[in-house]
């Protein structure tokens, strides 16, 4: 929808495309990936059923599990997404979701790709050439860093 008649639930995450023209948005409650038009206010879905869950996919075939946190490729092409137990990858063009790393269960551990383990991500953010990510792994205290190529996880800070 446009303007007020868009139906967010409880936005969490919010990232600004280079050029300023559109937002993308971690809409926590309704577990999608949103594309919100500065200009005009209109409100589509890039990736994301509504359903609760952390299926891969393309556009609503994907599912999210209470996504909080976006962050954008220096090139514009994908965003990253902090979702519950794991760090997802959506393609701007395509809609494309794949996770990066994370089992998706809880818990703490570091490892590459499914190997890793996080306890409720939050915030995410990339490095200025795009090489890694760096996330807020809340329940487990730590700030974790994810590396893009690989997916391969290590504990940047906190002991937990």
Same mark, same amino acid.
């Given at each position: ?32 990936? %949103?594309?919100?038009? +500065? !200009?005009?206010?209109? =409100? *589509? @879905?890039?990736? #994301?059923? $509504? /359903?609760?869950?952390? &299926? ?31 760090? %997802?990858?959506?393609? +701007? !063009?395509?809609?494309? =979701? *794949? @996770?990066?790393? #994370?089992? $998706? /269960?809880?818990?703490? &551990? ?47 800070? $906190?002991?937990?």
């Amino acid at each position: 929808g446009v303007g007020d008649a868009a139906q967010l639930a409880n936005p969490a995450g919010i990232a600004i495309s280079q050029d300023g023209s559109v937002l993308f948005v971690a809409d926590f409650s309704n577990n999608k990936i %949103r594309r919100v038009e +500065v !200009a005009t206010g209109e =409100v *589509t @879905t890039l990736a #994301g059923s $509504g /359903e609760d869950g952390d &299926a891969d996919g393309v556009g609503d075939a994907a599912e999210f599990d209470e996504p909080t946190g976006i962050a954008i490729s220096p090139d514009g092409s994908a965003k990253f997404v902090a979702d519950s137990h794991k760090i %997802r990858r959506v393609e +701007v !063009a395509t809609g494309a =979701v *794949t @996770t990066l790393a #994370g089992s $998706g /269960e809880q818990g703490d &551990a570091d490892g590459v790709g499914d190997a890793a383990q996080f306890n409720y991500l939050y915030g995410v953010t990339i490095s200025p050439d795009g090489s890694a990510l760096f996330v807020a792994d809340s329940d487990n205290h730590k700030i974790r860093r994810g590396e893009v190529a690989t997916g391969a996880v290590t504990t940047l800070a $906190g002991s937990g």
